[in-house]
């Protein structure tokens, strides 16, 4: 008989994780079941990995949806990076060290393992995570220069990766048909380092297959023009991922914190292009039409090309890493407990609503007037993108929403009312930023969106994430179940 393979230091580690979580997954079974006995050890690990955990709401019907059989959850989620954590932002908060928040991210994780994908943002410790989803493999990219990226997991029994891309936001051209040069063509307003990634996966239980795109929109309060450009930028490549690689007919979803809420101009023109902006978020968008000094930086350095078609179909945990562009992926940090800083000079802190080291634009930087924006949105997403959460008919007597919260303030409420009352909720900040996007087909496929993840009451969230018990991030995941 040969002699038992020997495992690396990392194999026993993931394999004392493992065993760690069974413990702590059975303790807390036999607790609720008044079944003992229950060590103290085993009591211990239960405690680090409570968090708050949701139900998944039915909604709906078909709603013309076809009855293939074809459903698919979908789950997305800021995790808030290690390494951008600082305790200012987060007073009073009892879980910002990576010792507590490891333990909850690994049982939140794992609570998601049945959705089929699961797209994440901000994430820098994934292989810390990995254990939790142990039948998904996934493809992780990052911006230049940057110590997080944003990822997609999708579950390896179902489904192989057709196709991936990486879109790089600040170089990509948003009017390609511009005389001049690259910066008048790209139209940016400043250096932002965020990307995208979308990915075909072919769906190997029920034929075709699905496009799922994650990203990470940037966050500057006053920059809501460079948002919409991303937007367009992001649906734009979709449209064009999706024909290079012969997946038209497949559903597309976008998904991923996009730094905006639903009564702002991004969510607004993505759901609804043809419908005029309130006066007052008109104003908001147009005096955002500045150019920062950060501009200067694009194009000198470009980002490592990466392939457009790239076939995986490894087994569970197998890795589809890009590059971070013109920066690979710096090592990782141990942020919560030095005072270890990411580069990327993208924290809100006092100077949020500053414009410093701006300027009006001009001719050669490809600046457009609001209706061009709202035009080629209108091309990129005729008819406007279908919210899983704002289109869908889950709210109740007594439901949390973004408008009935008041989110919309003095606007008339519009679309995007029922979107969750907050994502983001942190002891400074309780907002709506994080959204599962149906993208417009053109092959007419029908999607139905049959079942949602129960967004969080505010009475469950404390004083403000992150909290142990409730959330080891700031952001609150979304999900959805799409059927066509």
């Excluded at 008989?1 to 979580?21: C, Y």
């Excluded at 879109?167 to 511009?178: G, H, K, M, N, R």
């Excluded at 919260?405 to 994080?434: I, V």
Aim: one cysteine or more; hydrophobic letters at 35%; charged letters at 25%.
């Amino acid at each position: 008989m040969p002699p038992p393979p020997s495992l690396t230091p990392a194999q026993l580690a993931l394999q004392a994780e493992r065993r760690a979580a069974k413990l702590a997954k059975k303790a807390a079974a036999q607790a609720a079941n008044g079944v003992g006995p229950v060590t103290p050890q085993q009591v211990l690990e239960a405690e680090r990995r409570k968090f708050l955990k949701r139900e998944w709401l039915a909604v709906g019907g078909q709603n013309g949806a076809s009855d293939s059989g074809r459903r698919v959850k979908i789950i997305t989620w800021n995790l808030l990076a290690q390494t951008l954590i600082r305790r200012e932002l987060f007073p009073g908060s009892d879980c910002l060290k990576w010792t507590d928040r490891k333990p909850m991210l690994q049982a939140e994780m794992g609570h998601y393992a049945a959705a089929d994908v699961i797209c994440l943002q901000e994430c820098d410790r994934l292989d810390d995570l990995l254990s939790a989803t142990p039948s998904h493999s996934h493809v992780k990219v990052s911006g230049p220069g940057k110590l997080h990226g944003i990822v997609i997991l999708y579950r390896t029994p179902r489904f192989t990766v057709r196709s991936f891309r990486t879109i790089f936001l600040d170089d990509e051209e948003l009017s390609p048909s511009l005389e001049g040069d690259g910066r008048r063509r790209r139209g940016g307003t400043r250096q932002t380092r965020n990307v995208g990634l979308v990915v075909a996966l072919d769906d190997h239980e029920s034929g075709g297959g699905i496009v799922v795109a994650t990203t990470h929109l940037f966050w500057h309060p006053k920059f809501v023009y460079e948002r919409v450009r991303q937007l367009i930028i992001l649906t734009r490549a979709i449209k064009e991922f999706q024909k290079d690689n012969d997946c038209e007919s497949w559903p597309a979803v976008l998904s991923g914190d996009l730094n905006t809420s639903p009564s702002e101009a991004p969510y607004q023109l993505l759901v609804s292009p043809q419908t005029p902006l309130a006066p007052s978020v008109l104003e908001h968008l147009e005096v955002s039409r500045i150019v920062h000094n950060t501009v200067d930086k694009i194009g000198v350095v470009p980002p490592t090309p990466l392939p457009a078609h790239t076939p995986m179909n490894g087994g569970p945990n197998s890795t589809l890493d890009s590059g971070s562009g013109a920066s690979a992926l710096a090592a990782e940090i141990d942020g919560g407990e030095k005072d270890d800083k990411d580069d990327e000079d993208e924290l809100p802190d006092s100077n949020e609503k500053s414009t410093a080291n701006t300027r009006p634009p001009e001719e050669a930087d490809g600046i457009l007037p609001i209706t061009e924006l709202t035009k080629m949105l209108s091309e990129t997403v005729p008819g406007g993108a279908k919210s899983a959460y704002g289109l869908s008919p889950w709210v109740t007597n007594g439901s949390e929403t973004f408008g009935s919260r008041g989110g919309f303030g003095h606007l008339k409420p519009r679309d995007g009312k029922d979107e969750p009352a907050y994502t983001c909720f942190t002891p400074l900040f309780n907002l709506t930023l994080d959204y599962l996007f149906e993208l417009p087909s053109r092959k007419d496929v029908r999607v139905a969106v049959v079942g949602l993840l129960r967004p969080p009451r505010k009475d469950e969230l404390g004083q403000g994430l992150p909290r142990k018990g409730i959330s080891a991030s700031d952001h609150l995941a979304v999900g959805c179940e799409l059927a066509w």
